[in-house]
């Protein structure tokens, strides 16, 4: 068990933890105007291959994590038009759109590196920086949530959106924006995932790191503290998995490498019904209903 | 929506045919007016667009790739179509989506929104050949280890499945997620297996035996082992569980209207579960029969993502039985013909990939779209 107190275990459980986090955040600011966005996977992976190309472009890890930001943005968007204004099937679409995302990111590196050979490192951030983001994000958040108007509306859509609507508060636009936001932050969090100490992209690099980042959002009954302790207890077990793989014990390996969803679905079925899910999370919302 | 159109058809059968005590004629003639809105023309009609469209902007590609599209369409056809091989290829690589697909066109009817079916592929795959391959066990004779190295796989597949189903009924775990968080643990599981829990000792990578005597007999006069045989058999056996029997009744009615189920005495539990077994027994089957009839031994690099793409076979099949058996031969056709092509034309492997991905994007805005034009929800 010393191992997890090990300084350099808690260091790894951050630097895995925080691609997470920020992921989970996107996931929770949809979800509180009640739109289930389950193509964060293929969000966060569209992030990480725009950040990627960004960084190797620019040279520039920062322009990276932008570019990542504003991809994941306007998958948002996309995901917004799908199910806003198109109100097609929550579930469905984001499964949809998460599989076209894992063959469309593989397709287009394949494209641009393989034929080349190796695919250069890039540059890569501190995990400082990345750490005072992530919880730049925590607080923006809470601070939206809880003292402005925007986000008091927000929150309103999701729980019970004829309501608002009869106060004259948009609720399509509103999730829109919602939905924009939380790709956004998929998408830094996949950027982050490439341009911090990683500097590197692989395929299909985010591992499933988007639906653990769904689960986490029950876990933590979307609420953005939470969600960022939630992911670093899903880091820490990452780090414990990766530095137990290599002592000998008797447990088998692959026990650890399952170790962090095992974690994953503990927390979801621990939480699932003690955490109070939007009233209106997945359902489409249409006038005069 | 997506799912309550697709089940359209088969629905209205099993409504008007009384489905038994406990649904009077009121509630049978509800659910049949709320799953009429859609036609069926508009139900084929989007999948059929939704191939076309994913094939031009694919053709798009392929030019920007520096080839002709036309060229390499027609080299995927005549792939298919040209001699026993490009038959027998196709029906065997459609065997394992058929097979996942239908289970999830029967989740997806109940709006169970697995997507786990990778895991339960490759766990029915590792307790099947943990099986066939177990000490004392592989000197069985021919037929009894095959059939009992398939009740195995899928009944390890249908409890990896329902245990999923387990939690979403008893804790309110979401399915989509428990589910996939499975496919994870699942993977883990068969690295260990064939890294040490049914390695071949003699061998010096990371797999099983050989499945020796549990090998599947081919079709004659193919080369397609008969888990296809099975795959198609099972079109049918699910097409008639959905449409008429009492089960079939309840799963479509819990997909349409799950408080409507509850004040009619059946539980909803009880149809979560089932339909998460029913897809994981069919996952398991898939899993074993790819082991026994294609793979000989399970290997490390046994998850091959067919687990993922039965959802855009289920999807595309519109969760229709017989619609799932089409569009299972018509995404092996495409990946058989395009194998030949990218050989022959030199394109990215992964470009198939995108097209069937595009395929299941399009089906759901071809939904959205026709059920916005209709104004329901």
């Not at chain 1, 806003?84 to 394949?110: D, E």
């Not at chain 1, 690099?205 to 899903?234: H, N």
Request: proline content about 4%; hydrophobic content about 55%.
């Amino acid at each position: 068990m010393d191992v997890i107190f090990k300084l350099a275990t808690l260091e790894a459980a951050i630097r895995l933890g925080v691609p997470v986090a920020l992921a989970a955040l996107g996931a929770l600011v949809s979800e509180r105007t009640g739109v289930l966005n389950l193509g964060l996977e293929g969000m966060m992976l569209s992030g990480a291959l725009g950040g990627y190309a960004a960084n190797e472009a620019t040279g520039s890890a920062w322009l990276g994590v932008l570019a990542g930001t504003l991809i994941g943005a306007g998958c948002g968007a996309i995901l917004a038009l799908l199910v806003v204004t198109a109100r097609a099937n929550q579930v469905v679409t984001g499964i949809a759109f998460t599989l076209l995302a894992l063959s469309a990111t593989t397709y287009l590196f394949q494209l641009r590196y393989s034929i080349g050979g190796i695919p250069p490192r890039v540059n890569r951030l501190d995990m400082t920086p990345l750490v005072l983001l992530t919880l730049a994000c925590v607080a923006a958040l809470w601070f939206l949530f809880n003292r402005t108007t925007l986000g008091l509306a927000m929150g309103a859509v999701g729980e019970a959106p004829e309501a608002a609507d009869a106060l004259g508060y948009k609720v399509e636009r509103l999730r829109w924006i919602a939905t924009m936001i939380g790709g956004g932050l998929a998408g830094l969090g996949g950027a982050a995932l490439v341009c911090g100490p990683l500097g590197l992209f692989i395929e299909n690099v985010t591992a499933g790191r988007g639906w653990v980042a769904l689960a986490l959002v029950v876990f933590a009954g979307w609420k953005p503290g939470a969600a960022v302790a939630g992911a670093i207890l899903f880091g820490l077990c990452d780090a414990v998995q990766l530095r137990l793989q290599g002592t000998a014990t008797d447990v088998p390996y692959e026990a650890f490498l399952a170790l962090p969803y095992v974690v994953t679905l503990v927390a979801l079925v621990l939480r699932a019904r003690a955490s109070r899910t939007p009233a209106a999370l997945g359902v489409p919302y249409v006038r005069g209903m | 929506m997506t799912v309550e159109t697709a089940a359209t058809r088969s629905t209205t059968p099993g409504a008007s045919s009384g489905s038994g005590p406990g649904s009077g004629p009121g509630f049978a003639a509800r659910v049949a007016e709320r799953a009429g809105a859609g036609g069926p023309v508009v139900s084929i009609l989007i999948p059929v667009l939704a191939v076309v469209a994913a094939l031009a902007v694919g053709g798009v590609l392929i030019a920007f790739d520096g080839s002709n599209p036309l060229s390499v369409y027609r080299e995927i056809v005549s792939a298919v179509l040209t001699g026993n091989r490009g038959f027998s290829d196709t029906a065997t690589a459609a065997t394992p989506l058929i097979l996942i697909g239908l289970g999830y066109a029967i989740a997806y009817r109940a709006r169970v929104f697995t997507i786990g079916g990778e895991g339960q592929y490759l766990i029915g795959a590792l307790a099947g050949t943990a099986w066939v391959t177990g000490a004392g066990l592989r000197d069985l004779p021919r037929w009894p280890l095959i059939l009992s190295g398939v009740v195995v796989a899928t009944l390890a597949g249908a409890a990896w499945s329902g245990l999923a189903g387990w939690l979403g009924v008893r804790f309110g775990a979401n399915v989509v997620i428990s589910s996939l968080m499975l496919v994870y643990i699942a993977d883990s599981a068969l690295a260990w297996g064939v890294r040490d829990g049914i390695r071949d000792p003699e061998s010096f990578v990371n797999q099983s035996r050989q499945i020796g005597r549990a090998s599947l007999p081919e079709l004659p006069g193919t080369t397609t082992h008969i888990g296809f045989a099975i795959a198609i058999a099972i079109v049918p056996l699910a097409a008639v569980l959905m449409a008429r029997h009492r089960g079939g009744f309840r799963i479509t009615a819990y997909g349409h209207n799950p408080s409507a189920l509850d004040a009619n005495e059946v539980s909803n539990r009880t149809v979560i579960i089932l339909v998460m077994v029913i897809a994981g027994a069919l996952a398991g089957l898939a899993g074993i029969v790819e082991t026994t009839g294609v793979n000989g031994r399970l290997g490390a690099q046994a998850s091959v993502g067919f687990g993922f793409q039965a959802i855009i076979v289920a999807l595309l099949g519109r969760l229709n039985p017989v619609g799932v058996g089409i569009a299972g031969l018509g995404m092996a056709g495409l990946t058989i013909g395009f194998e030949s092509a990218q050989r022959e034309f030199d394109l990215p492997s992964s470009l198939v990939g995108v097209i069937t991905a595009l395929i299941v994007v399009f089906v759901v805005v071809g939904d959205a779209l026709a059920g916005r034009a209709r104004g329901d929800r």
